[in-house]
């Protein structure tokens, strides 16, 4: 069994200060976790994948997220946010070769000018 | 457009219609997943296909949904006797599903189901 805990469901940045969305996850196996990115009436994209290689991601538009095994936590970063940066992001967890993915529930990111 | 493409993008319904949407996955990508995603929620896995079969459909929310992938391109998924509890995003997505994990789900932008 897997699962995916989004410690915050909003999270309110000014922009240009650093970002910072928690995610703990279950699983019984070695998974493999990612992020992914939903803007209003857009389709989800991903922004990065842990895998088992290194256990610091870097993703696109300059996020990154550190894999803490002992702590079982998979937190997404960014240094300086951009008001474009605003959006629902998801952590997500896959334990098997079929890509079925379990998301966490979500955090709405708010960047103020 | 080469992307995921679902229709329709909105569809309202009477409580105990049937209803029908359809994705066309980007083209080379032999692994078609549907998921839904209620107002607040993560999507949630429903079933995915490896071309033309369907791999894992325990997780279909009642015997009321169904979906299709006949030749092993575009799929549908149907939902019988609507149900308010039934309004939801049902979101598509493919894959190339070559190798291990990838995680490189690309995703539709979802059609959404209103049931009056």
């Known amino acids: 069994a897997q699962s995916v805990t989004q410690l915050d469901s909003h999270v309110s940045v000014s922009e240009g200060t650093p970002v910072l969305l928690r995610c703990n996850y279950s699983s019984s196996y070695s998974p493999s976790l990612f992020w992914y990115v939903q803007h209003p009436n857009k389709g989800l994209q991903l922004l990065l994948k842990?895998?088992?290689?290194?256990?610091l991601v870097k993703g696109i538009n300059g996020f990154e997220a550190e894999f803490k095994k002992s702590e079982t936590s998979f937190h997404l970063t960014k240094p300086s946010a951009h008001m474009s940066d605003a959006a629902e992001y998801f952590c997500?967890?896959?334990?098997?070769?079929?890509?079925?993915?379990?998301f966490g529930g979500g955090t709405r990111l708010m960047v103020k000018p | 457009d080469t992307g995921v493409s679902q229709d329709p993008r909105h569809k309202i319904t009477k409580r105990g219609q049937n209803v029908t949407f359809r994705c066309d996955p980007i083209?080379?990508?032999?692994?078609l997943y549907w998921y839904r995603q209620t107002l607040g929620q993560g999507p949630e896995f429903l079933t995915y296909f490896q071309n033309e079969a369907q791999l894992e459909k325990s997780r279909l929310l009642s015997d009321r949904f169904s979906a299709e992938r006949p030749k092993g391109s575009f799929s549908t998924l149907e939902i019988q006797r609507t149900e308010q509890g039934d309004s939801a995003m049902y979101l598509c997505?493919?894959?190339?599903?070559?190798?291990?994990?990838?995680?490189?789900?690309?995703f539709g932008e979802g059609s959404r189901l209103t049931v009056l």
């Open positions: 842990y895998t088992s290689a290194a256990t």
């Open positions: 997500v967890v896959s334990a098997n070769a079929g890509n079925m993915l379990t």
């Open positions: 083209s080379e990508h032999n692994r």
């Open positions: 997505a493919s894959s190339s599903g070559i190798g291990s994990v990838s995680g490189e789900l690309f």
